[in-house]
């Protein structure tokens, strides 16, 4: 494996826990509307709406706690203040063009995790999309094929796909830099990493970082009161971010 590709997964797995709670998905899709729901001081046992009852593993949780503290501070002192300059310096439509690129770009992980998974019929709505927005959308700045032809983003990514074929998904972690995650969304991560054809177009790890740095801070860019409401509506955000992680992921799951 090349210097690049290793980096890239490197790259990936740092913006894990930003990407998840800024909903990394379509630009303006957002993140489920968990933060209004009340978050219990439960450490193993949560339940999701439809009444399934579920237990976190969670057995590192200080060595986790301690990892959540100097995530929190890497956000407050370097993403808050770079993405609220970023904020200030482009303007919404046009990140919302951005956020179309990239989404647009990483189709492969999404086309090739929806046939993993059976599911032919929204993997040739990815491809129409592809094809629809990276032409008439102008390389896929605007998103055509939502807008004039009801061709809705798809989501699917290889931690869904494990998911799916019934892989647990093993005990949490909130890896320091790079935020909540288990097993099975670790080894997803990495996978989809791999699947992302832009390193594979080149060598250079100047362009893999500019590329994918910017892909998230336009990401959070888009949400960013998101991780905020987190802390200022839960009890202990700690309980929170992992609650809102699992649902997410458990939600991504049970789609479809």
């Known amino acids: 494996m090349n210097t690049s590709r290793l980096l890239f997964v490197f790259i990936t797995l740092f913006f894990c826990g930003t990407s998840t709670l800024a909903g990394d998905q379509a630009p303006e899709s957002g993140f489920p509307d968990l933060l209004a729901d009340e978050f219990l001081e439960d450490d193993e046992f949560d339940e999701f709406d439809n009444g399934?009852?579920?237990?976190?593993?969670?057995?590192?949780?200080?060595?986790?706690?301690?990892?959540?503290?100097?995530?929190?501070?890497?956000?407050?002192?370097?993403?808050?203040?770079?993405?609220?300059?970023?904020?200030w310096l482009v303007p919404r439509e046009l990140r919302v063009n951005f956020g179309n690129f990239?989404?647009?770009l990483s189709m492969p992980i999404r086309l090739l995790n929806l046939l993993?998974?059976?599911?032919?019929?929204?993997?040739?709505?990815v491809l129409s999309r592809f094809a629809i927005n990276s032409t008439i959308g102008v390389y896929g700045l605007v998103d055509v094929a939502a807008l004039e032809?009801?061709?809705?983003?798809?989501?699917?990514?290889?931690?869904?796909?494990?998911?799916?074929?019934?892989?647990?998904?093993?005990?949490?972690?909130?890896?320091?830099?790079?935020?909540p995650s288990n097993i099975r969304e670790t080894v997803g991560l990495v996978v989809d990493a791999y699947t992302h054809p832009i390193p594979y177009f080149h060598e250079s790890i100047a362009l893999d970082l500019a590329y994918y740095t910017s892909n998230k801070l336009n990401t959070l860019s888009l949400n960013p009161d998101i991780y905020e409401d987190l802390k200022r509506f839960s009890l202990d955000p700690y309980?929170?971010?992992?609650?809102?992680?699992?649902?997410?992921?458990?939600a991504m799951i049970e789609v479809n």
Not at 116 to 125: C, E, P, V
Not at 239 to 250: H, V
């Open 52 to 87: 399934t009852v579920f237990i976190i593993k969670d057995p590192l949780e200080p060595m986790n706690r301690l990892f959540f503290k100097f995530n929190d501070k890497l956000y407050e002192w370097v993403l808050k203040p770079v993405t609220d300059g970023y904020i």
């Open 239 to 250: 309980i929170a971010s992992r609650q809102i992680f699992y649902e997410y992921r458990q």
């Open 102 to 104: 990239y989404f647009n």
């Open 149 to 179: 032809f009801d061709l809705q983003p798809q989501n699917a990514d290889f931690g869904q796909t494990l998911g799916k074929w019934g892989v647990g998904e093993g005990i949490y972690f909130c890896w320091p830099l790079f935020g």
């Open 116 to 125: 993993l998974q059976a599911n032919f019929k929204d993997a040739g709505t």
